[in-house]
C-alpha cells in the first residue's frame, strides 16, 4: 500500500491544532508579548520575568517562532510580529479570547464526542452548569467573555452605513456592553437608543455607553428578552443572540419584540453568522460546533431564520 503523504500530513495539521492552541495560550497566560515589547527578549530574560523554565520558554518559543507568533531565537533575542502584536496588553487586544479559548472553552471541548452524539452543550458537561449561568457567577469570565465578543465586533462600524437610524428609537436586544449601540449612536447624533441585558451586565454597558455617547441619549434596562422586551422601539436590533437558542426561543424573543414596536414601520435587523450547507467554509463551520460546545446551540442558513 502506498502512503498518501499529502493526506498524512493535512491530518496531522488537523490533529495537532489542540497543541498549537494551548501553545500559544501559554504564551499569552505568561505575557511573552508584553515582556518582549519591554525589551526582555531571550529565552533567559523571559524566564526570568516569568517564573517559569528557561528550558520551557525555549522550547515553547521554538514552536512559536516556527508558527509566525514570534521572530528571533533565544540568543540574539526574540521580536514580536505582527500576529504576537494583536496579543499586547490593551484595549483592543486578543488577550482575553486566547485565554478563554484555552481554559474554559478547552475544557468543554474536551467534551465534544458527548456534545455531537447528542446535540448537547459540553460545557454543561465539564461545568455542570449552562454557560450563561456560569458567566453570571464568575466575573472575570464574563468580562474575558465580553471583551472576547468586541474583539470580533470589527464591522459594527459599518451597521450605519447599511441601514438609516435618522431619528430612530433603537432597541439593542441582549446588547451586552453596548459596543454596538455605541456605533449606532455615534454615527446617527439625532437617534436615540435601549438596551437590554441580563442585570450583569448595566454597569459594563453603562460605563461604556457614558464614555462614548452619553447616558442622556440611552435608557438601560436589565431583563430577560424571553419574558419582555422595551415597548415603543422603531429599530429591534438582535445581534449574535440568538445562536445559543433553540427554534421555539428564538420565535418567542420575535413575538415580543414584534409586540412592542412603535408602529407598523418598525423594523427588526438580525446581525449575525450564517452557516451553509452548499460548500460550507471553515470558520463559520467551526463557529456553529463551538456554539454547540459552549451552549447547545448553533447557527442557522438563511433558509432556516
Known amino acids: 500500500m502506498t502512503v498518501n503523504v499529502h493526506a498524512t500530513r493535512e491530518v496531522i495539521q488537523m490533529i495537532t491544532g489542540g497543541w498549537r492552541a494551548q501553545a500559544l495560550y501559554t504564551a499569552v497566560k505568561l505575557g511573552l508579548a508584553d515582556h518582549i515589547e519591554a525589551g526582555r527578549t531571550t529565552s533567559a530574560e523571559l524566564a526570568e520575568s516569568t517564573g517559569a523554565s528557561e528550558e520551557g520558554i525555549h522550547r515553547l518559543m521554538r514552536l512559536l517562532v516556527a508558527t509566525g507568533v514570534f521572530a528571533g531565537n533565544g540568543s540574539t533575542g526574540y521580536r514580536n510580529t ?170 418567542t424573543v420575535f413575538e415580543n419584540c414584534r409586540r412592542a414596536m412603535a408602529d407598523s414601520s418598525a423594523r427588526l435587523l438580525l446581525l449575525d453568522r450564517f452557516v451553509e450547507d452548499q460548500n460550507p467554509t471553515v470558520l463559520p463551520s467551526l463557529w456553529d460546533l463551538h456554539l454547540l460546545m459552549t451552549t447547545g446551540g448553533g447557527h442557522r442558513s438563511r433558509e432556516r431564520i
Open 82 to 251: 505582527e500576529v504576537s502584536a494583536a496579543l499586547l496588553d490593551g484595549p483592543d487586544s486578543l488577550r482575553d479570547m486566547c485565554l478563554l479559548y484555552g481554559e474554559e472553552f478547552y475544557v468543554a471541548w474536551q467534551h465534544a464526542h458527548h456534545a455531537i452524539s447528542t446535540v448537547s452543550s459540553g460545557f454543561e458537561v465539564a461545568y455542570d452548569q449552562p454557560f450563561y449561568d456560569y458567566l453570571g457567577h464568575h466575573a472575570d469570565t464574563a468580562r474575558r467573555f465580553h471583551h472576547t465578543l468586541n474583539a470580533a465586533s470589527m464591522f459594527f462600524h459599518q451597521v450605519p452605513e447599511v441601514f438609516d437610524f435618522s431619528g430612530k428609537m433603537v432597541v439593542d436586544v441582549g446588547g451586552g456592553g453596548g459596543e454596538l449601540l455605541a456605533s449606532i449612536l455615534g454615527a446617527t447624533p439625532d437617534a436615540r437608543g435601549t438596551l437590554l441585558d441580563r442585570e450583569h451586565m448595566m454597569p459594563k454597558a453603562g460605563e461604556h455607553l457614558a464614555a462614548t455617547v452619553g447616558l442622556d441619549r440611552v435608557q438601560l434596562v436589565g431583563g430577560d428578552m424571553f419574558t419582555d422586551v422595551p415597548k415603543g422601539g422603531d429599530v429591534y436590533i438582535l445581534c449574535r443572540v440568538l445562536a445559543a437558542w433553540d427554534d421555539d426561543a428564538v420565535v
